[in-house]
């Protein structure tokens, strides 16, 4: 059984950093994209970051040069280190892998997903 576990999340001033992590077991992970989506209260799940088992590496558009995407095969563990937070930022992060192994993902066709992690944005 697939399983994804993340930890890191937090309260954190604007300005401030997190790092994210995400384990996977039950599965090696070869072939599979990893990816971290968010979702905001009253907003939809969005793709934040994903790498692929080549280590093909997308961002979203809000968090470019802000977040960095890394992933050790051998440890089957994803990261997500998050610098420059934003209030915005705030939200559910979820862990999520799919067999598809392509770095643009759609939420509702997601095959993983681990149970979320908060991190929140304020002062």
């Known amino acids: 059984q697939v399983q994804l576990v993340e930890s890191g999340g937090g309260l954190v001033q604007p300005g401030g950093s997190l790092r994210l992590s995400c384990v996977l077991s039950?599965?090696?992970?070869?072939?599979?994209?990893m990816a971290w989506f968010r979702q905001a209260s009253g907003k939809e799940r969005e793709l934040v970051a994903s790498?692929?088992?080549?280590?093909?590496?997308r961002y979203a558009d809000s968090v470019k040069g802000r977040f960095t995407i890394s992933r050790d095969a051998r440890r089957n563990t994803m990261w997500l280190q998050m610098d420059s937070l934003k209030p915005e930022d705030t939200a559910m992060y979820y862990c999520?892998?799919?067999?598809?192994?392509?770095?643009?993902?759609?939420?509702?066709?997601?095959?993983?997903w681990g149970q979320g992690t908060q991190v929140t944005v304020s002062t």
């Open positions: 039950g599965h090696s992970g070869s072939g599979l994209v």
């Open positions: 999520a892998a799919d067999r598809s192994n392509r770095p643009y993902l759609i939420a509702a066709r997601i095959d993983y």
């Open positions: 790498v692929t088992s080549g280590e093909t590496i």
